[in-house]
């Protein structure tokens, strides 16, 4: 009985403790240990690390699913020569995580099929991956839930609840138009995310036909001011040519003033 109370306390503690990766381990950790005569500071380094390391596996587990991704991408499942427009250096660049601690986005303009939404996706979990708090949501999706909201009393909470997190990912716009309504919620998205909320947005339109789905070529400039002050632009392909230099809008806007960081 003696022999196995202090087993009994130790995993108690050790479940109190929530170290379930200390309390799977010890044992057999600790006949490696005797065998190889290692003194006690090194086999609590030991365990102490696998209990690290399995804590960061399952929040890194936490944080992809608290992403809601459609379906998981990584970088090196993108084939880049099918897709030669595609700045590959850039993207590289972005997956170190370097433009988050910034706060700029992540334009991506193409086509359908073009691998926009992977790369938005790829890079998003690279972002989970470092520990950053991370939204998938499609464009249309997002401004459903927030049009719900609005109708609950609850827009201030799921508004809120967006800028908790240090990058957000709006899928595909430009394939639906918005309610006026619509698209005033998806400009306070992006005027609260300016300069707190890194932002990646995929969409198959240039820049001029953006008010064919926000309705206002004013809310457009407002959006498009606040979403490319710092932005990395991904072009799918040479079609959709977005002119960095002199943006299509600032003759309509004469306020308006991109700063492009990156394109190709």
Request: net charge positive; proline share 5%.
């Amino acid at each position: 009985m003696s022999v196995g109370r202090p087993t009994v306390l130790l995993e108690h503690h050790l479940k109190a403790l929530k170290l379930p990766t200390i309390l799977r381990e010890y044992a057999p950790v600790a006949a490696v240990c005797a065998q190889e005569r290692t003194d006690y500071p090194t086999y609590l380094e030991r365990l102490a690390e696998r209990e690290l390391i399995d804590r960061e596996r399952r929040a890194a587990e936490r944080r992809i699913k608290a992403a809601r991704f459609p379906v998981i991408k990584t970088l090196d499942t993108f084939d880049f020569a099918a897709q030669p427009s595609i700045n590959e250096p850039l993207v590289r660049q972005l997956v170190s995580g370097e433009y988050l601690d910034r706060r700029e986005n992540v334009l991506l303009v193409g086509n359908s099929g073009t691998g926009k939404t992977h790369l938005a996706t790829a890079l998003a979990f690279a972002a989970c991956a470092q520990g950053r708090r991370v939204r998938f949501w499609t464009v249309t999706g997002l401004v459903t839930h927030l049009l719900e909201a609005r109708e609950e009393r609850q827009l201030e909470r799921a508004l809120k609840h967006l800028q908790r997190h240090e990058l957000v990912v709006l899928d595909e716009l430009g394939y639906v138009p918005f309610s006026k309504a619509g698209a005033e919620l998806l400009f306070e998205v992006v005027s609260r995310a300016y300069e707190r909320t890194s932002l990646i947005v995929t969409t198959n339109l240039p820049f001029e036909a953006w008010p064919e789905v926000c309705g206002s070529e004013r809310l457009t400039g407002a959006i498009l001011d606040r979403l490319t002050h710092r932005v990395h632009i991904l072009e799918a392909n040479p079609s959709y040519a977005v002119r960095a230099s002199k943006p299509p809008w600032r003759q309509r806007h004469g306020r308006l003033e991109a700063e492009v960081v990156t394109t190709f």
